[in-house]
């Protein structure tokens, strides 16, 4: 009997810890980032022309342009009125343009069915981490 004061001791020390340590992941988890915005793509001319990453774009590429997010983030665009999404990298700076505040190459423009109208009205998600 006289261990059983030092044992409980012990397993609440043992329950605290690890208890504030699945705390401490928790609220590291990274947020989710949702917008609605104005998106167009790549014009034919910029194919093979290096982008500001220092890639090349390609055309049958899934990537995308855009001013403030970090290169490689990946991007889930959706568009409004079709519901068709596809994914795109971060790999070039743009568009320099209030209106748009993404350029997505040709095959992604494709993937969500805006090649031929030019630009659209899209929800983008990212996780900002």
């Given at each position: 009997m006289r261990y059983c004061k030092p044992v409980r001791l012990l397993l609440c020390l043992?329950?605290?810890?690890?208890?504030?340590?699945?705390?401490?992941?928790v609220s590291k988890a990274?947020?989710?980032?949702?917008?609605?915005?104005?998106?167009?793509?790549?014009?034919?001319?910029?194919?093979?022309?290096k982008t500001t990453s220092g890639e090349r774009y390609r055309a049958k590429k899934f990537t995308a342009a855009h001013r403030t997010l970090p290169f490689g983030t990946l991007i889930t665009v959706r568009n409004l009125h079709t519901g068709k999404t596809v994914q795109v990298?971060?790999?070039?700076?743009?568009?320099?343009?209030?209106?748009?505040?993404?350029?997505?190459?040709?095959?992604?423009?494709?993937?969500?069915?805006?090649y031929?109208?030019?630009?659209?009205?899209?929800?983008?998600?990212?996780v900002q981490e």
């Open positions: 043992c329950l605290f810890v690890f208890t504030a340590r699945a705390q401490d992941i990274p947020d989710t980032i949702k917008k609605i915005i104005f998106t167009t793509y790549y014009a034919k001319k910029f194919e093979g022309r990298r971060v790999n070039d700076r743009g568009p320099f343009s209030k209106k748009f505040a993404l350029d997505i190459s040709v095959a992604a423009a494709k993937e969500i069915g805006i031929r109208l030019g630009y659209a009205r899209v929800e983008i998600s990212y």
